[in-house]
């Protein structure tokens, strides 16, 4: 049996009338649905009956939570992809390419980038006689795009309801309401959530009949400029997807998910933007890119044998950067990047004397754009010194290189911030550097 949620009305006979299943699909029989109904609204979560009160339907997650589950899904960018691309991947996905890919958890969806959105469930009203037999159903399904922006702190959902198909007797609710609504709310403490009222369009409610004739819904969650954390007025928002009928009397939760409005001044291409957030953001170089080979190459030895890397040091080296438990986050201050390079050439001066003058430039990693680069513990007293790589190499290469992670940093709008809940955990913006070597 496979997921679902649904519920069962019954009139003031005690006679079962609908029910109201929100994806995924599932089959339960008649009689035993009939006979396991105490009255008025049953819900069916997963294959598991589950009765929710109107009021949890909008419980909210935590920033905490958020953190958690965005840190166990990846989304990576080729920075081959990136190399001459100036404007951010913002288009939204098709509605029809959307429906055809695969999606492992309506919860969640699938962020495809974090500008790009997708999702798409069965959706069906059940229709019962009095001894609880089905007679009639309605059935449809919803398709949802998703896209953020890049110079607008905005982001805009998308539905679809379509194949809207009815069968047998369904006289007793011949054309009920379905409306769906955008809950979103802050998780910053009490900063941001969707704050932009006058730019946000949350709830759409049609009848099952306007639905055929009008099938698309647009929804829009929007900040105000100057509302957020930090320099770059970071306001994280959780949202919920919220989907239901007063004619069944059901509200359900169908999606969780979460979006962050920046201010970014710093960001070149665009002071303003909006993304989804719940992933980790990898960048992958490829040992076969003949225009960041030795990058590549260089980090993928920091990564996987970091005792073979400069500088030599006594005690177990370990490189960040290269996975989920130990990411790296950006650092825009231009001193400590400076402090960061200078000891990343100290090093590659003493191993490899006269490097400059060979056409050669010294390429380390962590970078010198990330706060783990080779100066951190000169700034931060609590972490441990020499945990970098130092290598000079092909002096083309490593500009390129540099300039990809660059225009990454803008068009994916990674930032440099941070925030400390009440709980004491501290969230920042996280990524990780993913190398492909030859096949």
């Not at 840190?71 to 920075?79: C, E, G, K, L, M």
């Not at 919803?142 to 982001?155: E, I, K, P, Q, T």
């Not at 945990?387 to 290189?401: L, V």
């Amino acid at each position: 049996m496979s997921g679902g949620i649904g519920c069962l009305m019954r009139n003031r006979f005690g006679q079962i009338l609908a029910a109201f299943i929100v994806a995924p699909a599932f089959v339960v029989a008649p009689q035993a649905a009939a006979a396991s109904t105490g009255g008025g609204v049953r819900m069916v979560i997963g294959g598991i009956d589950h009765q929710e009160a109107a009021s949890d339907v909008r419980r909210r997650r935590t920033i905490e939570q958020i953190d958690s589950s965005r840190r166990q899904n990846v989304v990576t960018v080729d920075s081959s992809t990136i190399g001459s691309r100036n404007v951010a991947p913002a288009a939204p996905t098709p509605l029809q390419a959307c429906e055809k890919q695969k999606v492992k958890n309506v919860k969640k969806g699938q962020v495809n980038s974090r500008f790009n959105y997708c999702n798409h469930w069965p959706l069906q009203f059940v229709y019962y006689n009095s001894r609880g037999g089905k007679i009639g159903s309605i059935s449809a399904k919803a398709v949802l795009v998703g896209f953020g922006y890049m110079g607008s702190r905005r982001v805009d959902l998308r539905l679809q309801i379509k194949d809207i198909v009815k069968r047998g007797n369904t006289s007793y609710a011949p054309d009920p309401d379905l409306y769906f609504q955008v809950y979103c709310f802050p998780t910053l403490g009490q900063i941001g959530g969707c704050d932009d009222r006058t730019n946000s369009h949350l709830t759409v409610r049609r009848k099952m009949s306007q639905w055929r004739k009008t099938p698309i819904a647009d929804f829009s969650l929007a900040s105000k400029p100057n509302v957020g954390v930090g320099v770059a007025k970071v306001n994280v928002a959780g949202w919920q997807f919220i989907g239901g009928s007063n004619r069944v009397n059901q509200h359900t939760r169908i999606i969780n998910q979460s979006v962050r409005f920046d201010s970014a001044q710093y960001n070149t291409r665009a002071k303003r933007g909006g993304v989804f957030w719940e992933v980790m953001p990898h960048l992958l170089y490829r040992t076969d890119d003949k225009n960041v080979n030795e990058t590549a190459s260089h980090i993928w030895v920091a990564c996987n044998q970091p005792w073979n890397t400069h500088p030599k040091i006594k005690q177990s080296k370990v490189i960040p950067g290269c996975s989920a438990n130990f990411p790296l986050h950006r650092l825009v201050n231009k001193t400590r990047q400076k402090s960061n390079r200078g000891k990343a050439r100290r090093v590659c001066q003493n191993v490899w004397p006269n490097y400059s003058a060979r056409g050669l430039d010294c390429d380390e990693f962590p970078f010198a754009s990330t706060y783990e680069g080779a100066a951190q513990c000169l700034h931060e007293k609590t972490k441990p010194c020499n945990m970098f790589s130092a290598k000079a190499i092909d002096k083309n290469d490593n500009q390129e290189a540099g300039r990809r992670l660059g225009r990454w940093y803008d068009l994916d709008r990674i930032l440099d911030w941070r925030w400390k809940s009440s709980r004491g955990v501290e969230i920042r913006e996280v990524f990780v550097i993913w190398i492909r070597p030859k096949r």
